[in-house]
T-cell receptor
Framework: QKEVEQNSGPLSVPEGAIASLNCTYS??????FFWYRQYSGKSPELIMF????GDKEDGRFTAQLNKASQYVSLLIRDSQPSDSATYLC????????????FGDGTTLTVKP | NAGVMQNPRHLVRRRGQEARLRCSPM?????VYWYRQLPEEGLKFMVY????????ESGMPKERFSAEFPKEGPSILRIQQVVRGDSAAYFC???????????FGSGTQLSVL
């Protein structure tokens, strides 16, 4: 079992829809959770981080964390074609983002 | 303010040669991390350095791989006697502090022939 698991996709949604990306993790001691967006051939870019159970919203993005279920998700509202990318979930045991364990990513395609 | 600079962007080596990958962190950042990414996979942590110190190298292969971050100059990831399995994208990231946001460089794509 991988430490951080994501559905590889591809996940395809129509423009304007809500895209839901899911991630589960195995280490119950994990404290910090990150979502990165990576366009093909480019470097990852942090788009959301969450430390506490519940929801955290930033513009069209909402991160949801449920530590009891060891589950973190990313919702993208009003999806745009420019959101088409691979989304990486990353988990760390402390607050050091650099030591994160990454999932293999979910590829999202938003169709016009 | 320039971002994290990595060079070269692409590096081709024959089996048995050495590969040197360079990373200059963002201005004001003293924490550097190296990752490897194989096709269709996520990033795998390799090593965490601060100036002149290796803080955590738990993700580094025991042989052929080394990293440094000297007092002056960029961080270097060195791979000796490369093999085809070393072919991957190598990303560097930096942060101002341990708990601060990471900024990634554009990566070095290493191809071993």
């Amino acid at each position: 079992q991988k430490e951080v698991e994501q559905n590889s996709g591809p996940l395809s949604v129509p423009e304007g829809a809500i895209a839901s990306l899911n991630c589960t993790y195995s280490d119950r001691g994990s404290q910090s959770f990150f979502w990165y967006r990576q366009y093909s051939g480019k470097s990852p870019e942090l788009i959301m981080f969450i430390y506490s159970n519940g929801d955290k919203e930033d513009g069209r993005f909402t991160a949801q964390l449920n530590k009891a279920s060891q589950y973190v998700s990313l919702l993208i509202r009003d999806s745009q074609p420019s959101d088409s990318a691979t989304y990486l979930c990353a988990v760390t045991h402390n607050t050091n983002a650099g030591k994160s364990t990454f999932g293999d990513g979910t590829t999202l395609t938003v169709k016009p | 303010n320039a971002g994290v600079m990595q060079n070269p962007r692409h590096l081709v080596r024959r089996r048995g040669q050495e590969a040197r990958l360079r990373c200059s962190p963002m201005k004001g950042h003293s924490h550097v991390y190296w990752y490897r990414q194989l096709p269709e996979e996520g990033l795998k942590f390799m090593v965490y350095l601060q100036k002149e110190n290796i803080i955590d190298e738990s993700g580094m292969p025991k042989e052929r791989f080394s990293a440094e971050f000297p007092k002056e100059g960029p961080s270097i990831l060195r791979i000796q006697q490369v093999v085809r399995g070393d072919s991957a994208a190598y990303f560097c990231a930096s942060s101002r502090d341990e708990s601060e946001k990471l900024f990634f460089g554009s990566g070095t794509q290493l191809s071993v022939l």
